[in-house]
């Protein structure tokens, strides 16, 4: 079999000399004594004595064979030695887990047997070997930090689901999750492990112990004494939770903390190791020696600069050597051991990759001397090795450990074949196994647990934290008070962190030349380019993660994710910029953006991802015609008769058959696991294979390019001209429509590759961004934690000691955790957080931008893009506002005002999109711009997007509130108002002032609003001006609107009161004091919804008061009637004395914390003062009219608001002071009071309201409108209780009992009051009492008796 490599194409047995012809032929080249002189000196003997004059007598090519075998042989060890077993241990060899009867529970192991992933509760594995004498070791590699515990048991022990390893009397174990050592009882023992640490787990059975020790670190003695005698072994063992992951090395490997004194389980193979080491000491004296033929003589060189020329005497002697080596270097023990290590060395001596062309020469070398088979086995197992010792290495200050590794991952990938090998069959697999994540695992950067052991202690000697914070406990940021220690503190802290960040970006500009190397697209001397390789190849790492959702295997971990995201956003732009330099035509990578032909031509697959407008297959039915006339494509019938992902039949074995698999698959890597084969797995394998999600063109080029027929082509068929096109073949940008521009955008690979890191920060990136947001919350509420310790410890008095010490170990207590604390923050901020990372963000929301507005430009075509464009826009935006600042101002990006307007221009277009159709991205949209209008850069952003674009938003935002999520729509209209109201300009509420918001736990757009709610106000008088302007216009659509509003705050107010009655009701059961957690919830949002509805009616009435108060405008006097129930409803119910609101608020339940009387009070009198006080004279007349008429009007519940609150007395109306309950539009009788709860007698001393007692809040002018208001309707409510008549029960209204009959409707001639009849018609035509329709509704005055 002929090698392929760069060199001369010679086989293995071209060099084997064995006539004296060929003799003759060798020896032409150089003369036999120098060629003697040549083979002694690469292979010396090790001999001493008489032997060593035979030795040197002349050697040649054909003497060389057996030669090398003797030398090989020396030192060997005999057949007898090696086949005899290690006393003391029992079991096969190599060592594996035993996956067939020596487990319990559900497991994933890998197909060496030495990965397992726990895929049940608690499941539990022992080796296949187990040890009763001597001293022995394993390692165990920790790919996840979660529960588990790693020991020893014997083979008495029984585990279930419930116990493990440690749970039983002959087992032992470790747990560093929870920092605890097991055998039936636990203790503390140890430390906490991380994922990426090395557990190694010693048993000295001479002396009864056993050790654990953490990344080489002893942990100490775990257990001593334990049980050992006749019929006692013990086998290395493990139990671990649902999804965590680990991978044993019983010997296999180099172990990397050996012990003294302690052996691996599995034999080291000690002769192959010696024979190795021979051998590449032969190799390193073919390199550091030349021969002259000139003066025949040997010179010796340096090894560094050595090169291939052909030289047919090396060449020949390095073929005898790897005719041996060869075979040595498919293991994996001499690939990490031998090869590896010499590798290494070459690199030693610093310098770049570029520097050290021997690796390159070396590879040669391989690919020439090697057969195919086993060059690809030792690059495989180099690389899979780079990756462990690159993962699990130790962090150290200068980081010197995985730069080592990078580096020569570096070199090797620079050889073009090797990089084509590897990229097809081992850094991209098709599957991503256990403990090794392939190439993503060299982008990622871990963050330290242990600060201590990770070297920042002596990198950023000096800590500091926030001192200062305002009355609201936010930090702030520019204190002019700061001392000057303070300041210098803070500035040697920055020295510090730039110090580490400098460490970390040569890790990661490393990692970017990776990238840039597996990106080269002009490697195709050799076959396909190294880009396309790597495009299909991420291409099925995205198909995995997106829709593997939940298989542990199969998903790339976020922080994984993040890392690898920021690598290839530089990595793409680097590429983008030089493509640019070649081509000036196209754009620059600061304007990328994905065409929206890649969402409708079929040629990239998204997998089951949503798209704006539904699904795919619909989506091709729907929009064939637009497809044809647009974009020039006509969709294949057979494409649109497929059959979905959905009703795939499960039982269809036929396209699993048919796709690629095993090694075939994976280009000759081993068969995948069995385990995979699974009836579950099958079935989503053959549903990301045979489901027709894309439409894809051809190969060849179509003869019809003005109609194009597309047709479905898999990743894995794609080649290059697929991608980037040809003759007229447009590739990935086939069916251009008219609207998008005919100028080059990049080289189409790099456009999908973008199209991949969207989806990628969709997948996982932002929220792993959100997590890692925790560490500093936690320096934040220790610091404040910390400063009111000091404080205590000021004011504590001399005399109380006791409390002084406990205060000063509170105080050390919580300056140790900011030590940590802040040290850790500094990596974060510098791995995730830095100023180059938040650029990479912005950058992307960027893209999102620009597709979403091409993609918009193509009219229906805009159903196509995936939804998940526009959730990275409004995350990325959030990302940015919540993550990275205020460490990193966003106002210092580049061109950021006019991509927040292009931001706002989208969110205020697309949240009423006809053409978007999923519920979830609708409400994301509505809730994104909810956040956005809280903000004032923001707002502002809103405000400058275009007057038409402004006017369609509020147009949208006042549609009636049925059918759509209008709590969301209500906040943004309170927003706009905020500032602008009565006592509406606070930023907390007062009695909220020193309580935390909970929002930790929310996700992102939920969380945005919860922080949002707490921005101080930034009212839009623009926004509210066009509010008022179609309100004031379109008569149809502000009685649609308002008649909804007041819907929404009758069901809302409706269903509070019923909770707080139920809350009170449990509160006041001695057998059951708790109240369910989640009705708590709802009953506070139901009350903040209220409040805002109220606000929303304020504005209203502020802004066009006619609309309630001309009553030349139809349902004026209606919508006037019905807000003023309303209102007097809600006073009745919060003013009463000792009412149930009382009682709750005053119970102070968390979750209700904003319950309280100022929102809701507040928000009642900004409307009664609009109306009664600012109006004109006819509309204060009318307003005071209908508010007194009703007969829940009630004059104590005014006065309450200025604290002269007293009980119903003479001076109310007659209709007010009626013995008959009264009933309004919440349907129920006010409750009769309620006994105070336990514990609570207190309340009836509780101060009453009032707005004098806000003086902060309330103005002087705001308090004097309300006096006058309580003076008016006190002097109105005077002359309507004397000039009330009587009466009669028969002339009031039969629905409402509150109004006189006033009118009759037609054809029934039934009669009741115009407000009833009016608010009845609005939803129903007909009548009250028969059901005939009614057809009209005349005037009706009671005949003269």
């Known amino acids: 079999m002929s090698s392929k490599g760069g060199g001369t194409a010679l086989t293995r047995r071209n060099y084997r000399l064995s006539s004296d012809s060929d003799k003759a032929r060798a020896t032409g080249i150089v003369n036999e004594k120098l060629l003697s002189d040549y083979l002694h000196h690469v292979f010396p003997s090790t001999k001493h004595g008489p032997a060593v004059a035979s030795l040197r007598k002349p050697l040649g090519f054909q003497d060389l064979g057996s030669h090398l075998e003797n030398l090989l042989s020396e030192g060997e060890p005999s057949e007898e030695i090696k086949d005899q077993p290690a006393e003391g241990r029992l079991g096969p060899q190599p060592v594996v887990l035993d996956h067939t009867s020596g487990f319990e529970g559900l497991l994933f192991v890998d197909d060496d047997l030495l990965g397992v992933i726990g895929h049940s509760n608690f499941s539990s594995i022992r080796a296949t070997t187990c040890v009763y004498k001597g001293k022995w070791a394993y390692e165990v590699l920790i790919s996840s930090q979660g529960l588990m515990q790693i020991g020893w048991c014997t083979l008495n022990c029984r585990f279930n689901q419930e116990e493990g390893v440690g749970d039983t009397p002959d087992s032992y174990a470790y747990d560093g999750n929870r920092v605890r050592k097991w055998n039936v009882t636990t203790t503390n023992y140890g430390k906490s492990w991380a994922a990426g640490d090395i557990v190694s787990c010693l048993i000295d059975l001479d002396e009864g112990t056993i050790t654990f020790c953490l990344n080489g670190q002893s942990l100490g003695t775990a257990f001593t004494n334990i049980k050992m005698g006749p019929g006692i072994a013990y086998f290395p063992s493990i139990s671990l939770s649902f999804k965590e992951s680990v991978a044993f090395n019983f010997g296999s490997r180099p172990l990397r903390y050996p012990v003294d004194g302690y052996l691996p389980l599995q034999n080291p193979p000690t002769s192959d190791l010696l024979k190795a080491h021979k051998l590449l000491g032969y190799i390193k004296n073919v390199l550091c020696t030349a021969i002259d033929t000139q003066e025949d003589r040997l010179l010796e060189t340096d090894c560094a600069m050595w090169s291939l020329h052909g030289e047919p005497t090396v060449l020949v002697t390095l073929a005898h050597i790897f005719n041996y080596f060869a075979p040595l270097m498919c293991k994996v023990y001499l690939v990490e051991d031998v090869l590896m290590n010499f590798l290494l060395g070459i690199l030693e001596g610093g310098g770049s990759v570029d520097e050290h062309p021997l690796i390159q020469q070396l590879l040669d070398l391989f690919w020439l001397l090697m057969e195919d088979y086993e060059v690809n086995e030792c690059l495989k197992q180099l690389m899979m090795s780079l990756l462990r010792a690159y993962r699990f290495s130790p962090i150290i200050p200068d980081l010197g450990f995985q730069i080592h590794y990078l580096r020569l991952t570096t070199a090797v990938l620079h050889h073009e074949k090797s990089r084509k090998y590897l990229l097809n069959n081992v850094l991209y697999p098709l599957i991503i196994t256990f403990d090794v994540l392939r190439s993503v695992v060299f982008f990622y950067i871990k963050t330290p647990l242990r600060v201590k052991e990770a070297g920042l202690e002596e990198l950023i000697p000096t800590t500091w934290w926030p001192t200062h914070f305002d009355k609201e406990g936010k930090d702030e940021r520019e204190c002019k008070d700061e001392s000057a220690d303070e300041r210098l503190r803070r500035r040697a802290y920055e020295r510090g962190c730039q110090r580490l960040k400098k460490r970390i970006e040569?890790?990661?500009?490393?990692?970017?030349?990776?990238?840039?190397?597996?990106?080269?697209?002009?490697?195709?001397?050799?076959?396909?380019?190294?880009?396309?390789?790597?495009?299909?190849?991420?291409?099925?790492?995205?198909?995995?993660?997106?829709?593997?959702?939940?298989?542990?295997?199969?998903?790339?971990?976020?922080?994984?994710?993040?890392?690898?995201?920021?690598?290839?956003?530089?990595?793409?732009?680097?590429?983008?910029?030089?493509?640019?330099?070649?081509?000036?035509?196209?754009?620059?990578?600061?304007?990328?953006?994905?065409?929206?032909?890649?969402?409708?031509?079929?040629?990239?697959?998204?997998?089951?991802?949503?798209?704006?407008?539904?699904?795919?297959?619909?989506?091709?039915?729907?929009?064939?015609?637009?497809?044809?006339?647009?974009?020039?494509?006509?969709?294949?019938?057979?494409?649109?008769?497929?059959?979905?992902?959905?009703?795939?039949?499960?039982?269809?074995?036929?396209?699993?058959?048919?796709?690629?698999?095993?090694?075939?698959?994976?280009?000759?890597?081993?068969?995948?696991?069995?385990?995979?084969?699974?009836?579950?797995?099958?079935?989503?394998?053959?549903?990301?294979?045979?489901?027709?999600?894309?439409?894809?063109?051809?190969?060849?080029?179509?003869?019809?390019?003005?109609?194009?027929?597309?047709?479905?082509?898999?990743?894995?068929?794609?080649?290059?001209?697929?991608?980037?096109?040809?003759?007229?073949?447009?590739?990935?940008?086939?069916?251009?429509?008219?609207?998008?521009?005919?100028?080059?955008?990049?080289?189409?690979?790099?456009?999908?590759?973008?199209?991949?890191?969207?989806?990628?920060?969709?997948?996982?990136?932002?929220?792993?961004?959100?997590?890692?947001?925790?560490?500093?919350?936690?320096?934040?509420?220790?610091?404040?934690?910390?400063?009111?310790?000091?404080?205590?410890?000021?004011?504590?008095?001399?005399?109380?000691?006791?409390?002084?010490?406990?205060?000063?170990?509170?105080?050390?207590?919580?300056?140790?955790?900011?030590?940590?604390?802040?040290?850790?923050?500094?990596?974060?901020?510098?791995?995730?957080?830095?100023?180059?990372?938040?650029?990479?963000?912005?950058?992307?929301?960027?893209?999102?931008?620009?597709?979403?507005?091409?993609?918009?430009?193509?009219?229906?075509?805009?159903?196509?893009?995936?939804?998940?464009?526009?959730?990275?826009?409004?995350?990325?935006?959030?990302?940015?506002?919540?993550?990275?600042?205020?460490?990193?101002?966003?106002?210092?990006?580049?061109?950021?005002?006019?991509?927040?307007?292009?931001?706002?221009?989208?969110?205020?277009?697309?949240?009423?999109?006809?053409?978007?159709?999923?519920?979830?991205?609708?409400?994301?949209?509505?809730?994104?711009?909810?956040?956005?209008?809280?903000?004032?850069?923001?707002?502002?952003?809103?405000?400058?997007?275009?007057?038409?674009?402004?006017?369609?938003?509020?147009?949208?935002?006042?549609?009636?509130?049925?059918?759509?999520?209008?709590?969301?729509?209500?906040?943004?209209?309170?927003?706009?108002?905020?500032?602008?109201?009565?006592?509406?300009?606070?930023?907390?509420?007062?009695?909220?002032?020193?309580?935390?918001?909970?929002?930790?736990?929310?996700?992102?757009?939920?969380?945005?609003?919860?922080?949002?709610?707490?921005?101080?106000?930034?009212?839009?008088?623009?926004?509210?001006?066009?509010?008022?302007?179609?309100?004031?216009?379109?008569?149809?659509?502000?009685?649609?609107?308002?008649?909804?509003?007041?819907?929404?705050?009758?069901?809302?107010?409706?269903?509070?009161?019923?909770?707080?009655?139920?809350?009170?009701?449990?509160?006041?059961?001695?057998?059951?004091?708790?109240?369910?957690?989640?009705?708590?919830?709802?009953?506070?949002?139901?009350?903040?919804?209220?409040?805002?509805?109220?606000?929303?009616?304020?504005?209203?009435?502020?802004?066009?008061?006619?609309?309630?108060?001309?009553?030349?405008?139809?349902?004026?006097?209606?919508?006037?009637?019905?807000?003023?129930?309303?209102?007097?409803?809600?006073?009745?119910?919060?003013?009463?004395?000792?009412?149930?609101?009382?009682?709750?608020?005053?119970?102070?339940?968390?979750?209700?914390?904003?319950?309280?009387?100022?929102?809701?009070?507040?928000?009642?009198?900004?409307?009664?003062?609009?109306?009664?006080?600012?109006?004109?004279?006819?509309?204060?007349?009318?307003?005071?009219?209908?508010?007194?008429?009703?007969?829940?009007?009630?004059?104590?519940?005014?006065?309450?608001?200025?604290?002269?609150?007293?009980?119903?007395?003479?001076?109310?109306?007659?209709?007010?002071?009626?013995?008959?309950?009264?009933?309004?539009?919440?349907?129920?009788?006010?409750?009769p009071p309620i006994p105070s709860a336990a514990g609570n007698t207190g309340s009836t001393e509780r101060k009453h309201f009032s707005l004098h007692s806000y003086t902060d809040y309330i103005s002087e002018e705001e308090k004097h409108k309300v006096e006058l208001m309580l003076v008016f309707l006190t002097e109105e409510s005077k002359q309507a209780a004397a000039s009330t008549a009587p009466t009669s029960e028969e002339d009031l209204c039969p629905i409402c009992y509150a109004h006189s009959i006033s009118a009759v409707f037609k054809p029934c001639s039934h009669k009741s009051c115009k407000a009833c009849i009016n608010q009845h018609l609005m939803n129903n035509k007909d009548c009250f009492f028969c059901k005939a329709t009614i057809t009209g509704v005349d005037d009706y005055n009671k005949p003269a008796c």
């Open 506 to 1231: 040569v890790v990661e500009e490393l990692q970017v030349q990776i990238l840039r190397l597996l990106l080269n697209n002009k490697d195709k001397t050799t076959g396909e380019a190294s880009r396309y390789i790597f495009l299909n190849k991420f291409r099925k790492f995205l198909q995995e993660n997106a829709s593997n959702r939940g298989h542990p295997t199969a998903l790339c971990p976020p922080e994984y994710m993040v890392c690898f995201l920021h690598r290839l956003i530089t990595a793409v732009r680097s590429c983008w910029d030089d493509g640019n330099r070649k081509n000036q035509s196209s754009i620059r990578s600061e304007e990328a953006y994905v065409p929206p032909q890649l969402f409708y031509n079929g040629k990239v697959d998204y997998f089951d991802l949503q798209r704006l407008g539904g699904l795919l297959s619909h989506l091709k039915k729907t929009f064939k015609d637009d497809l044809a006339s647009k974009a020039n494509i006509i969709i294949d019938p057979a494409e649109i008769q497929a059959t979905s992902m959905d009703d795939l039949d499960e039982d269809e074995e036929s396209g699993a058959a048919q796709r690629p698999f095993g090694a075939a698959a994976m280009g000759g890597a081993l068969a995948r696991p069995s385990w995979l084969s699974s009836p579950t797995l099958g079935r989503a394998n053959r549903f990301l294979s045979t489901a027709a999600v894309s439409l894809m063109t051809p190969r060849r080029p179509l003869t019809q390019p003005e109609k194009v027929k597309v047709r479905t082509l898999t990743v894995e068929q794609r080649t290059e001209e697929d991608i980037e096109g040809s003759h007229g073949n447009d590739g990935l940008l086939l069916g251009r429509p008219v609207e998008e521009p005919e100028q080059p955008v990049a080289d189409k690979s790099l456009l999908e590759i973008v199209d991949g890191i969207v989806m990628m920060y969709n997948l996982s990136v932002h929220q792993q961004l959100g997590k890692m947001v925790v560490v500093s919350d936690d320096v934040h509420e220790y610091a404040v934690a910390l400063k009111d310790t000091e404080e205590k410890i000021a004011r504590c008095p001399a005399r109380r000691s006791d409390i002084l010490d406990e205060l000063q170990k509170s105080q050390k207590v919580f300056s140790e955790k900011l030590n940590h604390l802040s040290r850790r923050l500094a990596w974060i901020n510098a791995t995730i957080y830095s100023k180059e990372k938040m650029l990479d963000v912005y950058w992307l929301l960027c893209v999102c931008i620009r597709t979403i507005e091409h993609a918009d430009n193509t009219g229906s075509l805009f159903a196509f893009t995936p939804e998940f464009y526009l959730n990275v826009a409004m995350n990325a935006y959030s990302a940015l506002k919540n993550y990275f600042s205020p460490a990193n101002n966003m106002e210092e990006l580049p061109g950021y005002e006019e991509t927040l307007t292009q931001l706002a221009a989208i969110l205020a277009k697309h949240f009423a999109d006809p053409r978007i159709v999923g519920t979830d991205i609708k409400d994301s949209l509505m809730q994104a711009l909810a956040s956005y209008v809280c903000y004032p850069q923001s707002l502002r952003a809103v405000e400058r997007i275009p007057e038409e674009q402004r006017v369609a938003m509020m147009r949208n935002l006042l549609a009636p509130y049925e059918q759509r999520p209008w709590a969301q729509t209500n906040w943004i209209l309170v927003r706009l108002w905020r500032g602008c109201g009565f006592g509406y300009r606070y930023t907390r509420l007062p009695h909220l002032l020193k309580t935390k918001p909970e929002d930790a736990n929310l996700p992102s757009l939920q969380r945005d609003l919860s922080v949002a709610s707490f921005q101080k106000p930034c009212p839009s008088l623009l926004l509210q001006r066009h509010m008022a302007e179609l309100l004031s216009v379109d008569k149809d659509m502000a009685a649609s609107f308002l008649n909804s509003v007041l819907n929404q705050l009758n069901w809302a107010f409706s269903e509070f009161i019923g909770m707080i009655q139920e809350i009170q009701q449990a509160a006041e059961r001695p057998e059951r004091n708790f109240v369910d957690t989640r009705q708590l919830k709802v009953c506070a949002t139901c009350f903040d919804l209220s409040v805002s509805l109220l606000r929303v009616l304020e504005m209203t009435v502020t802004l066009v008061p006619e609309i309630f108060l001309d009553w030349s405008r139809p349902s004026a006097e209606l919508l006037l009637r019905r807000l003023a129930q309303l209102l007097n409803q809600v006073l009745n119910r919060v003013t009463a004395e000792k009412n149930l609101f009382d009682r709750v608020v005053n119970l102070r339940l968390p979750g209700l914390e904003s319950v309280d009387h100022y929102p809701i009070l507040v928000a009642v009198t900004g409307i009664l003062v609009r109306i009664l006080v600012d109006g004109d004279r006819q509309g204060i007349s009318r307003a005071a009219s209908v508010l007194l008429s009703d007969p829940c009007f009630q004059l104590h519940s005014i006065q309450h608001l200025l604290g002269e609150g007293a009980e119903p007395s003479s001076t109310l109306p007659a209709a007010a002071s009626s013995a008959r309950p009264i009933v309004g539009s919440l349907g129920s009788s006010v409750a």
